[in-house]
T-cell receptor, first 113, second 111 residues
Framework: KQEVTQIPAALSVPEGENLVLNCSFTDSAIYNLQWFRQDPGKGLTSLLLIQSSQREQTSGRLNASLDKSSGRSTLYIAASQPGDSATYLC????????????FGKGTRLHILP | DAMVIQNPRYQVTQFGKPVTLSCSQT?????MYWYQQKSSQAPKLLFHYYDKDFNNEADTPDNFQSRRPNTSFCFLDIRSPGLGDAAMYLCATRAGGAEQFFGPGTRLTVL
């Protein structure tokens, strides 16, 4: 059974720092991995999607990497800003169940002004 | 240019009074999902449609039902809401092997 873990559950960093959020999954047979952002009381915003054949994806200050064999993904945020404060969730689509994605519990990020 | 729209954004109902939440999409995606999310938890999949094919998760309570009359619209019906059903309800869509897009959610309060 696929399980997705995100550590730490919460993180506070000063504004301007670069930071890395971690996501690990137990079964390397995945179709893709997606990173989301969720602001309090809001829906999920898709940040980056990495297909299983890809190693990384970039969007602006965000870079997501995927190491499928070791069951890990990282989300790198450069030059953090207070507006980056949110909960970040990763989710994997298992290769044998293309119709659903498995979420981690998220990392709650707080950028200190 | 909203792509996944949920109405209402906030819904208050009374214990046991049926409620319907709606979701519409402008993306023409063939897959639509309903999730339940409680505070500080990951979204929990309730059911999804692949075109008109309905797929129910094994642990989705019988109290929850869904309808998809056409590609663009999907409804979540809660027949007899209990206090434990108070949550954020999220609708999402997907086309093929691409990413999921989520709506803004409906916050349900049960009095």
């Amino acid at each position: 059974k696929q399980e997705v873990t995100q550590i730490p559950a919460a993180l506070s960093v000063p504004e301007g720092e670069n930071l890395v959020l971690n996501c690990s999954f137990t079964d390397s047979a995945i179709y893709n991995l997606q990173w989301f952002r969720q602001d309090p009381g809001k829906g999920l915003t898709s940040l980056l999607l990495i297909q299983s054949s890809q190693r990384e994806q970039t969007s602006g200050r965000l870079n997501a990497s995927l190491d499928k064999s070791s069951g890990r993904s990282t989300l790198y945020i450069a030059a953090s800003q207070p507006g980056d404060s949110a909960t970040y969730l990763c989710a994997v689509r298992p290769a044998d169940r293309d119709d659903k994605i498995i979420f981690g519990k998220g990392t709650r990020l707080h950028i200190l002004p | 240019d909203a792509m996944v729209i949920q109405n209402p954004r906030y819904q208050v109902t009374q214990f046991g009074k049926p409620v319907t939440l709606s979701c519409s999409q402008t993306l023409n995606h063939n897959v639509m999902y309903w999730y339940q999310q409680k505070s500080s938890q990951a979204p929990k999949l309730l059911f999804h449609y692949y075109d008109k094919d309905f797929n129910n998760e094994a642990d989705t309570p019988d109290n929850f039902q869904s309808r998809r009359p056409n590609t663009s619209f999907c409804f979540l019906d809660i027949r007899s809401p209990g206090l434990g059903d108070a949550a954020m309800y999220l609708c999402a869509t997907r086309a093929g092997g691409a990413e999921q897009f989520f709506g803004p959610g409906t916050r349900l309060t049960v009095l």
